[in-house]
């Protein structure tokens, strides 16, 4: 469900109504990719899943046809209240940020290169999807940008002009939305300048979405949802998490500090990553966490979690994947398996923690909703001590963060 903050409400609901219908004759705001029946709202910023994640994305959207003259863009928040906020206004005017000129036609002019993010994205030979399809591309095809507007982006493909879904491409080298809209709105929230765009030049993208989930949020969420789908069995949304013995750090403060660095290194070494929050300020259950990975076009998903115990001697880092005979996912298992193994043996041999190996669990309502190989990590125990110091620490966080990244590209090596 999409909610919507804007005039269109009744046309957008209709598209939406359309849409789950199988049909796609509503330009530019929804587009249904008939090969493989996966269903996704268009007209938002690339890379963003938050919209897709069924019920808490929003949009304030701007009028802004083409031919108005005006360049308008959606702004996808986190929660309804700063939705509110943002409705119908425009907040920035992004192409001032990214260099661009904004044209009479409605485009901002670029010359860019930019990166398909997902198999079989049509092109189009006019901008809405009321267009022929021209051909389709797959990820880790690169095609030259000229100009984006409200949702679409005008490529040249030889050499003809077409258009693309904006959301199904990628600055070459960048890790957040083509048109960097989603960046700007967070530092112009925060108060701060528009961010320097980086000069240093990207890792090619090597053709993989790896999907972070730092685990937990600031608040526990003890409402109840089925531990996998359609399971009658329920366990809370989100739980509290641990906390540091000694140093009193709350685990979902340290998970997104490591899930951030590991996010960096592996953008180092060509990887895309889907970050499932990027703010401790949310609220997704874990079922909803797996939903959204599973959205976001990423290979594998990888949990990051600490530990904790009430017998404060017991340290060292473990995983955790899905039984071969998992009702949900079992198929999952060989790969989460490996990908778990891989993660766990490269953070010790980083860190120099005890490897506890791997468990098997089908308990986990996270592991259980995931339809891609998932590992959920415990990088160490907060209730020990030590271990509670040494994760604390920047040094340490980088090393696990490091192993993580060594581990993922030990499971695609094989
Ligand atoms: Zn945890």
Redesign the pocket.
Known sequence: MIKEFCGRRAGLLLCACLAMAGLSGCAAYKEIDLTNGQETVSGREAGDIKRQNGGEAAQGESAGAPGDGIVTHSVTLEDERSAMAADGEAVADVSSLDSGITMANGFTEVDETVVITQDLVNVRAGCGTEYEVVTQLNRGDSVKRTGYSDGWSRILYKDRTCYVLSEFVMKAGASGPADGWAESVSAFENGEAAPARSIEAPAAFNGRIIAIDA??QTKANPEKEPIGPGSSTMKAKV?A??EGVSTGIP?YKL?LAVAFKVKRILEERGYQVVMIRESNDVNLSNAKRAEMANRSGASVLVRI???SLDNATVHGTLSMCQTANNPYNGDLHSQSYSLSKKVTDSICAATGFKNRGVQETDTMSCINWSEIPVTHV?MGFMSNPEEDQKMAQDEYQELIAGGIANGIDAYFAE
């Open positions: 685990g937990h739980e998490g641990g685990e998970t979690h600490a530990n415990e």
